[in-house]
């Protein structure tokens, strides 16, 4: 039996990042519109099956062998999502991948890449050559690709890959799933009450926040900050947050929220901030699941990240890694919060995930031809 559908990527669900997220919500979304949709992946975490099906998709995990930095290192991978090819009538990658060229060149029907972003690791030499091989293997990915989705054209521009980009981009965003209406079990007090969503990495800037949050002179203000610290790719930085935090009693670490909390999260929160500092980043979905909660955003001005308080107005931004900025903005959104409604109606307008699959399901459609 041919899947409709076969997405090839090294981390998915139950590992959380937007990029997983991402797949999981067109790979689930379009099970459910009835096609056969089947998901090769890694097997990052022992304990997981090796099959197994997971909301009408077949997800499958190749074995791993080690793991060097974010990456895995899994040979049967590639070998899988060849022959998955094979009786497939689209292939999918996520990119950035390092087997994404080999994978590519050897698929056996029509490839449309999803580039997320540029790769970007600590300084270091076996790290910048990482970097090197994995732009390489985009660039071959690429030229066997009937076409290039990005999560918008602001950062494709921007990207290192711009040149291999361009020739068949096609800009979908992010498919953005809204939480269930909750309560705000998470607020204490009447408050400014500044939110973060997210693992905490290098390349989300968690301590800039803390900085800027820190500076305002507001001993009702709080900053919660939820998400994955004990288990993420490439490493945490919590110990240096916690650094910055110095035990301000206003700021607490929250660890993972899980999925039934997050309703009661964006409820407690008057701006949801995203302060990413690199291009690691390239749109950061949590910031419009906030919009779409009736939260206004505090983000970064980097090419994508930027995209959704410019085409929404709800919200700010600022310049990355600059605390300085993040306290003024903070200020701004407590005294002159934006309209709620009309935030709500345009992230839902352009961000929906009925819409996005949509777009996917008509370049899906485009590629077989």
Known sequence: MHDDLVIAL????????????????????????????????????????????????????????????????????????????????????????????????????????????????????????QGKV????SKLAMKHARTVAVTSEDYARHSRLWPSIAPTMAAIPPPCRPVPAGKPSFRDGDGLHVGFLGRIVEEKGVEFLVDGFRALDDPDARLLIGGEFGNVAGGSVIDRVRGHVDGDPRIKLLGFVPDDRLGDFYASMDVFALPSVNAFEAFGIVQVVGMLAGVPALASDLPGVRIPVQET???ALVRPGV???????????????????????????????????????????????
Do not use: W
């Open 10 to 129: 090294t981390y998915y669900a139950p590992y959380v990042s937007g990029l997983t997220n991402f797949a999981r919500d067109v790979a689930e979304g379009l099970a459910a519109r009835g096609q056969r949709v089947r998901v090769v992946t890694t097997r990052h975490d022992p304990a997981l099956p090796a099959e197994e099906v997971v909301n009408g998709v077949r997800v499958s995990r190749a074995p791993v062998l080690a793991k060097l930095g974010k990456g895995t290192i899994s040979p049967e991978f590639t070998r899988m999502v060849v022959a998955a090819s094979k009786t497939a009538h689209v292939l999918n990658v996520h990119l950035p991948m390092l087997e994404a060229g080999l994978v590519a060149k050897g698929a056996r029907c029509p490839v449309v890449l999803t580039y997320h972003c540029d790769v970007s690791l600590p300084p270091g030499l076996v790290n910048s050559v």
């Open 134 to 137: 994995i732009d390489a293997s």
């Open 313 to 315: 107005g709800f919200g």
């Open 323 to 369: 605390a300085a900025d993040i306290t003024d903005r903070l200020r701004e959104l407590r005294d002159s919060p934006p309209d709620k409604e009309s935030g709500v109606a345009a992230a839902a307008e352009r961000y929906s995930v009925p819409a996005v699959l949509d777009a996917y399901e008509e370049l899906f459609a485009k590629a077989r031809l």
